[in-house]
T-cell receptor, first 114, second 113 residues
Framework: NAGVTQTPKFQVLKTGQSMTLQCAQD?????MSWYRQDPGMGLRLIHY???????DQGEVPNGYNVSRSTTEDFPLRLLSAAPSQTSVYFC?????????????FGDGTRLSIL | KQEVTQIPAALSVPEGENLVLNCSFT??????LQWFRQDPGKGLTSLLL?????REQTSGRLNASLDKSSGRSTLYIAASQPGDSATYLC????????????FGEGTQLTVNP
């Protein structure tokens, strides 16, 4: 199993550009999430999904969109990039059901907005 | 709003030392608490998960305890090694679905040979 795969690993954008961060998992996990990690602020939840067709907002959703058309994929879209969105983005997944299963994280996408 | 605090922010120890990392949280209504390890430029790796009904979990040289009523958890690392150098993060889960983790900022550990 590849686990959680994020692409690209690095990206530089100009203010106002749009892009999609890809996340795919091959473990048939129901639950998937997007976090951003910033110095001094830890990891913060952006959006999450408890299954195909179901998404909800986390702590810092503004400026981001998500969709979940398949169990495997959970892309994160930046609509109009802003310098404040410069961050490291992590995708995570875990099985559904009981709360005794740990989260699996991808290696992250490092995004710079100029 | 749940807040998670980790102390100390950074720790440097000689190889072989036993050490304790601390995590505290403000809302005791949690389903589980997880400890993660993050290496530079990498994602998070789950080390231990303690369910709210449990008091501790052990894996090799690692032992994590949970006192839900007081809002505290500790991660004990025995006989530390240079390979243990990393940032250690704790996170609490307030939904049974496990889809909403609240993280601390982490403890950056350096184990010197």
């Amino acid at each position: 199993n590849a686990g959680v795969t994020q692409t690209p690993k690095f990206q530089v954008l100009k203010t106002g550009q749009s892009m999609t961060l890809q996340c795919a998992q091959d473990m048939n996990h129901e639950y998937m999430s997007w976090y951003r990690q910033d110095p001094g602020m830890g990891l913060r939840l952006i959006h999450y999904s408890v299954g195909a067709g179901i998404t909800d907002q986390g702590e810092v959703p503004n400026g981001y969109n998500v969709s979940r058309s398949t169990t495997e994929d959970f892309p994160l879209r930046l609509l109009s990039a802003a310098p404040s969105q410069t961050s490291v983005y992590f995708c995570a997944s875990r099985p559904g059901g009981a709360s005794n299963q740990p989260q699996h994280f991808g290696d992250g996408t490092r995004l710079s907005i100029l | 709003k749940q807040e998670v605090t980790q102390i100390p922010a950074a720790l440097s120890v000689p190889e072989g030392e036993n050490l304790v990392l601390n995590c505290s949280f403000t809302d005791s209504a949690i389903y589980n608490l997880q400890w993660f390890r993050q290496d530079p430029g990498k994602g998070l790796t789950s080390l231990l998960l303690i369910q709210s009904s449990q008091r501790e979990q052990t894996s090799g040289r690692l032992n994590a305890s949970l006192d839900k009523s007081s809002g505290r958890s500790t991660l004990y690392i025995a006989a530390s090694q240079p390979g243990d150098s990393a940032t250690y993060l704790c996170a609490v889960d307030q939904r049974p679905s496990g889809s909403r983790l609240t993280f601390g900022e982490g403890t950056q550990l350096t184990v010197n040979p």
